[in-house]
């Protein structure tokens, strides 16, 4: 058997009950095959695959917290700090009740790649817990925050561990979970990213990951002799990452027709008023059925069904296997030119290979999300210099890393001699640098 199909194996065996995470390392290492088949001897004396799949450790522990009512619930916090061979563990916290280790290790071991990708000397983890904010009052997501942070401050530091948020954890969160690191640890540090401006934030953080996606998205568009501009979108979700896709289209002259919740979503032909969605979302944090009030001529549907729009372009934004291949059928079929991840893995391996077959451009999460992440390591840096950069000075570092993200992917796949390949060219580029660094420090 090869190298490669024994460690999948071995996953598949040794970590039962977590699909995610088997699917996430499906999709690397199968991509990985000729570069792992080149150095197959000296990789499985070194029995680097193993050690890539591993978590270097995780945490698991109890959060305690008390309601409204004055009733106690018990939630369960995870860190998992996948690789840290080119930098201190980065990625995001996720409160939503799917999560359980499995989902965590599936975004821990993503992390690792996306954040090679962005060349900044960043290593991957993840973390996370099952609390539902929904419906919780300010005070309820404080008490929470501050059991969870309770326990995750033995863990983490601006050297060692640097958290951020994800879905279910933005701006309030982020600002709950400083308050608390700082008042246990007594140490004012960046130890967190997507702080608020007055202490410690970074301009341009909370746009970044859906800025980033469209920076690449046009990019990757026109290396294939392709406009953005007149484009029309479909996105998915309509948190953080969607709501700044959104914009970013508008920006760039294309127009984004769809979004979505985890209850319905909505068409809108006119293009989506981001400021209508950022009062529901952002300030209201309330459901989409709203947008209706804002916008007379839009549509709202209840279910999901933004795949079955016609569009050029098509930017999942809400969660991991959320496109599924009767999705990417219909997408392909309605003349669909690309898909671009701007959430974590939301579409299935077998959509993925459909849209590849179809000759749809398909753009991984782990590159086309990475905006994000790349922007919280720009964040790290502003922290350790003691200032602040301007808007205009993240921004175009965001969009020039973004641009050499799509030109590593592409070059990557074509020296493989599988042009056009940009899942194989994203985990080879985001690979290589790990694997040498990894190589370099010996047996750890
Ligand atoms: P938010 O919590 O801000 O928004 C998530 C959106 O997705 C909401 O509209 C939510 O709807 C919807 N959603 C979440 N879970 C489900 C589900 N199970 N079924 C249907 N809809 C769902 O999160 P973000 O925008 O930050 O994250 C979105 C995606 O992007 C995630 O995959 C995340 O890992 C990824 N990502 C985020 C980055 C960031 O910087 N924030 C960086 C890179 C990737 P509802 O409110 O109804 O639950
Ligand atoms: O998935 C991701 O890259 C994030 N949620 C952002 C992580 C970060 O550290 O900014």
Redesign the pocket.
Known sequence: MSYVDEVIESVVAKNPSEPEFHQAVKEVLESLRPVIEEKEEVYRREALLERIVNPERQFKFRVPWVDDKGQVHVNTGYRVQFNGAIGPYKG?L?F?P?VNLGIIKF?GFEQVFKNSLTGLPIGGGKGGSDFDP?GKSDREIMAFCQSFMTELCKYIGADTDVP?????V?GREIGYLFGQYKRIRGVYEGVLTGKGLTYGGSLARTE??GYGLLYLTEELLKLNGIELAGKTCAVS??????IYAIQKAHQLGAKAVTC????GWVYDPEGIDVEALKEIKEVKRARLTEYKKYRPNSEYHEGRGVWSVKVDVALP????N?LLLDDAKQLAANGCIAVCE???M?TTLEATEYLQQNNVIFAP?KAA?AG??ATSALEMSQNSERLSWTFEEVDAKLQQIMVNITHNMNDAAKRYGQEGNYVMGANVAGFEKVVNAMMAQGIV
């Open positions: 995001g996720r939503h799917s975004l929904k951020a948020g994800d879905i279910g933005g970044a990951t979700g309509s948190g953080n990452v969607a979505s919740d985890s209850t934004c809400a969660t991991q959320e701007g959430a974590n939301p999460g999300n994000g992440v």
